[in-house]
């Protein structure tokens, strides 16, 4: 058994609670238990878990392992906190909100002997699944995936390409290593309007397009225009739910990790795939901040 807490109770954390006291049968999840939950807030006990104080988490002998769920911006102090305190980690995606905070919390996990598992989600979704199948095989000629979203607070969650990290490790896992080639962002504070807008090309230099566009009342979209030398995808292909929720198939992979499960090559991959986004990341925010170029 797994001691488990939960920091964080808010959309997802709240989700986490409700998975973590329904495990799916005869899954790894079921080796996990439910010690109690950590919030800023006093929030008693939830479906008779039990609040207990961040210090008393990390000193728990009986917690081995966190889900962190906390906004962005305190994902790298929470992570650093419980694998200091010699614990497993499985943080919500962004892992961190630079790329070297990220690199120093997998080295500080290493040193520790401890799993760092990052939640990506995106890569779960059944309509995910069948993209990526229509997609392997094809050689790309270019294309762009377009997001639009409900306004996000940037202070608590970081640049638009660390908070966007979901639309890049599509990208990646799509069509392979990536180097950025431009990126701008136009914002309009007072309406809390932002689009980040990357430009990246594919080993073999083919142009691709990122665009993350956020404002207050934005539906949650995705729009995809992927061209490839037999014919253009304009539409996220439609594919029936799963019956497994998305955390849940994501807690799963975390339990089997920590049961050591999980091949090296698998984790070797994962690790390359979630530092690649973030340096990719950390790329596009230095092109977005460089003051425009000057052409005379
Ligand atoms: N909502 C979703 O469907 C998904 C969310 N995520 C990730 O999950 C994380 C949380 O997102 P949401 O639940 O949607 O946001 P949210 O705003 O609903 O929840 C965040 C919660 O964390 C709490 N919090 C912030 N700092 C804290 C700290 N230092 N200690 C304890 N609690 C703290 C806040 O009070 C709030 O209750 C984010 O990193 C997000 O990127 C990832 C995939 C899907
Ligand atoms: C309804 C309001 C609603 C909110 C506030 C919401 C928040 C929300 N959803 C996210 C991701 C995500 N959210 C979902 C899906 C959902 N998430 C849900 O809360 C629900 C109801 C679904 C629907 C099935 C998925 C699949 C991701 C992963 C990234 C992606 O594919 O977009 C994230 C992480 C950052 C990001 O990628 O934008 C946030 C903050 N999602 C919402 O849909």
């Given at each position: 058994?797994?001691?488990?807490?939960?920091?964080?109770?808010?959309?997802?954390?709240?989700?986490?609670?409700?998975?973590?006291?329904?495990?799916?049968?005869?899954?790894?999840?079921e080796?996990?238990?439910?010690?109690?939950?950590?919030?800023?807030?006093?929030?008693?006990?939830?479906?008779?878990v039990?609040?207990?104080?961040?210090?008393?988490?990390?000193?728990?002998?009986?917690?081995?392992?966190?889900?962190?769920?906390?906004?962005?911006?305190?994902?790298?102090?929470?992570?650093?906190?419980?694998?200091?305190a010699?614990?497993?980690?499985?943080?919500?995606?962004?892992?961190?909100?630079?790329?070297?905070?990220?690199?120093?919390?997998?080295?500080?996990?290493?040193?520790?002997?401890?799993?760092?598992?990052?939640?990506?989600?995106?890569?779960?979704?059944?309509?995910?699944?069948?993209?990526?199948?229509?997609?392997?095989?094809?050689?790309?000629?270019?294309?762009?995936l377009?997001?639009?979203?409900?306004?996000?607070?940037?202070?608590?969650?970081?640049?638009?390409?660390?908070?966007?990290?979901?639309?890049?490790?599509?990208?990646?896992?799509?069509?392979?290593?990536?180097?950025v080639?431009?990126?701008?962002?136009?914002?309009?504070?007072?309406?809390?309007?932002?689009?980040m807008?990357?430009?990246?090309?594919t080993?073999?230099?083919?142009?691709?397009?990122?665009?993350?566009?956020?404002?207050?009342?934005?539906?949650?979209?995705?729009?995809?225009?992927?061209?490839?030398k037999?014919?253009?995808?304009?539409?996220?292909?439609?594919?029936?739910?799963?019956?497994?929720?998305?955390?849940?198939?994501?807690?799963?992979?975390?339990?089997k990790?920590?049961?050591?499960?999980?091949?090296?090559?698998?984790?070797?991959?994962?690790?390359?795939?979630?530092?690649?986004?973030l340096?990719?990341?950390?790329?596009?925010?230095?092109?977005?901040e460089?003051?425009?170029?000057?052409?005379?």
């Amino acid at each position: 058994m797994f001691g488990t807490v939960v920091v964080g109770i808010g959309i997802a954390g709240s989700v986490r609670l409700r998975d973590m006291l329904n495990p799916m049968p005869s899954s790894p999840s079921e080796h996990l238990k439910l010690v109690g939950f950590v919030s800023r807030r006093t929030l008693g006990s939830i479906n008779e878990v039990k609040q207990i104080g961040l210090q008393d988490a990390l000193g728990n002998k009986e917690i081995q392992a966190a889900i962190i769920s906390t906004d962005n911006k305190s994902h790298e102090e929470n992570v650093r906190m419980f694998l200091e305190a010699g614990k497993h980690v499985l943080v919500e995606y962004p892992m961190a909100l630079s790329a070297s905070t990220a690199r120093e919390l997998w080295e500080l996990a290493e040193q520790k002997g401890k799993i760092l598992h990052v939640e990506h989600i995106e890569l779960l979704t059944e309509e995910y699944k069948q993209l990526k199948k229509e997609v392997t095989g094809k050689e790309l000629v270019k294309g762009t995936l377009h997001f639009t979203g409900g306004a996000l607070d940037e202070e608590r969650s970081g640049f638009p390409a660390f908070s966007g990290i979901a639309r890049l490790t599509w990208l990646i896992d799509l069509f392979g290593d990536l180097t950025v080639t431009s990126a701008t962002r136009e914002e309009q504070k007072e309406e809390s309007y932002s689009r980040m807008t990357a430009h990246f090309q594919t080993a073999n230099k083919k142009p691709l397009t990122w665009i993350e566009e956020r404002g207050p009342g934005m539906r949650r979209d995705k729009k995809i225009s992927f061209c490839f030398k037999s014919g253009c995808l304009e539409n996220l292909p439609e594919a029936p739910r799963s019956a497994v929720g998305l955390f849940m198939q994501d807690q799963n992979l975390f339990a089997k990790k920590l049961f050591g499960q999980v091949s090296r090559e698998e984790l070797a991959a994962e690790k390359w795939r979630i530092l690649r986004c973030l340096d990719l990341a950390e790329e596009i925010r230095q092109h977005c901040e460089r003051p425009a170029e000057i052409h005379s």
